[in-house]
């Protein structure tokens, strides 16, 4: 199973948290990273079996224009402790891992949040105490619940993904 963290792009500044919906700059991040991960797979792109949310603006915004770049046509789903800061990864990472009817256990899964909870949950899933925290427009990939890579903003490929 591959889960690709997505990290919200970067916001309008000034509105209230959660309420504030991508800048133009995080929409264009948005596009290029779903364009950069369709070429890192070699021009086609993983079978998502799942978009899961934070239940944030500019999670779904961020959500919605990736799954348009990498063709993921099925439902998005809102993971309300993805937006808050004290909810424990080991409360509701099984409810990321889980396999969605009719779809392979090797599946892939997309999760956009924001930090901290994308670091958080990245270290619970491989078992770490820490976990590199996301840039906006950043994507990390684990593949079976190890790391596997990274794509950052400015960069031209896929990177490791190093973790301590």
Known sequence: MEIYLVRTATLEPGLAEGAAPLSLEGRRLVRALGNR?????GGSVPDFARVIIAPTVGA???AELFAERTDFLGAVDVLPALATAQARPETYAAKILEVPAG????????????????SAL??????RPTFPP???GQ??????????????????????????
Do not use: N, Y
């Open 139 to 164: 994507v990390s990939v684990l593949i079976d619940r190890k790391p596997g890579w990274c794509l950052r903003p400015g960069e031209k490929g896929r990177g490791l993904l190093l973790v301590s």
């Open 37 to 41: 991960v369709r070429s890192a797979e």
């Open 122 to 127: 990245g270290a619970f899933l491989i078992g």
């Open 134 to 136: 996301l840039m906006h």
């Open 60 to 62: 779904a915004q961020t």
């Open 103 to 118: 779809a392979e256990r090797d599946c892939s899964i997309v999760v956009v949040a924001d930090e901290p909870a994308l």
